[in-house]
């Protein structure tokens, strides 16, 4: 019997076929090549928006992935300006001047403006007021206020403006070593010679050669020497008001000149009243006693005063 069923023809089962695809070892996953595997579907129906996958099929990168690499790059930058810093440290400290000699200083300081050298004892309602309005944390840090350093690095970066910072060794280290000097490479002399400062001297000496360089305004250098002029006591005779007055010249003495400008003298003296406060030395209503006390300006040294 012959026909397309037999002797070799297409439905011949022995005949070869040649019309089916060979063989092929499963892909893992349930995939081929030519199926890129499938994500989650977008709002158009493809993955993560409708978009395809990249070459491969392979999902784009984690969102946290890419945050841990800029965490590793944030960190690796700050680890490199903390080396910086402690490399520009370590050069200021062997290029700046000793501070043995910050007593000699103070002493050819005062002789130049005709001031008495050394001046007397700080009277504490003078030390209080000075370190409540300049450098609140005097007595516990070592010589460079950290915090302050932080809120000017901070002011510079954001353009607010100068934002203080300098504290009462530092103020100390500019009158004695660098009084004409400006810029950052004059601050950061003055950041170095202030913890040599800390180091060398005891807090009382400090305050006291700090006391002695002053200037307190209307020609006066030395508290012993503004504490006559303006009032005709010496520093030990200092009313709350007198001394919280004299304490808030120190940062702009020509513009809080009680004399000059009596009722901008009157407002530094709030301000180092209210300080007084936040710092808990006094009461608020102490302070408001203190200020509701007129000032007695004598606009010279009073007769006997010695300072």
């Known amino acids: 019997m012959t026909g397309p069923a037999w002797e070799g023809g297409a439905a011949d089962p022995r005949a070869p076929q040649f019309g089916f695809d060979p063989p092929t070892v499963p892909l893992p996953f349930g995939s081929t090549p030519a199926e890129p595997q ?25 969102p946290r992935r890419r945050r841990w690499r800029r965490l590793r ?26 501070v043995s ?29 000075l370190v409540a309005t300049e450098d609140h944390r005097f007595y516990s840090e070592p010589g460079i206020d950290v915090f302050a350093i932080a809120r000017v690095i901070e002011a510079t970066i954001t353009r ?3 934002q203080g910072g300098a504290t009462l060794y530092q103020q100390l280290a500019k009158m004695l070593y660098t009084p004409q000097e400006t810029g950052l490479r004059a601050q950061g002399e003055q950041v170095i010679l202030g913890i040599k400062l800390d180091v060398s001297y005891s807090k009382a000496q400090i305050l006291r050669m700090y006391s002695d360089v002053a200037y307190f305004g209307h020609g006066y ?64 209503a102490q302070a408001a006693t203190a200020f509701a006390r007129p000032l007695h300006l004598v606009g010279g040294r009073g007769t006997g005063c010695t300072g």
């Open 38 to 62: 499938a994500g989650p579907a977008g709002p158009h129906g493809g993955p993560y928006g409708g978009e395809p996958y990249g070459p491969g099929g392979y999902p784009p990168p984690r």
């Open 73 to 98: 790059r944030l960190a690796g930058a700050l680890l490199v300006l903390v080396m910086l810093a402690v490399v520009a440290f370590g050069v200021l400290l062997v290029i700046t001047p000793s």
């Open 101 to 129: 000699n910050a007593p000699a200083l103070s002493g050819a300081f005062d002789r130049v403006h005709h001031a008495a050298y050394p001046g007397p004892p700080v009277p504490a309602l003078f030390a209080e007021s």
């Open 160 to 162: 607010r403006g100068d």
């Open 221 to 284: 250098y030395g508290l012993a020497e503004a504490s006559c002029g303006y009032f005709g006591t010496a520093p030990a005779g200092l009313t709350l008001p007198e001394a919280a007055t004299l304490a808030g010249l120190v940062q702009a003495p020509s513009a809080d000149d009680p004399i000059a400008h009596y009722a901008q003298g009157r407002a530094r003296e709030a301000h180092v009243l209210y300080r007084l406060v936040a710092t808990g030395k006094i009461s608020a």
